[in-house]
């Protein structure tokens, strides 16, 4: 369910989230669930080598009306 035209996030969740994980589905999952709330991109996605794994970074950001 789209939210986006709600003044504020669902859940009282904050206005800027910088979402990180492993660089694997659940991470893309939990992207796509902020963007199905209502979230933008905010940014470039990072990525990092932690010595085992890629480790990713996404800031999304609620819109203001």
Partial sequence: ??????????????RYRLITGPDDASFCHRISEALDMGYQLYGSPSATFNGQSVIVAQAVLWPSL
């Fill in 1 to 14: 369910m789209n939210t986006a035209s709600a003044s504020s996030p669902p859940n009282n969740l904050p």
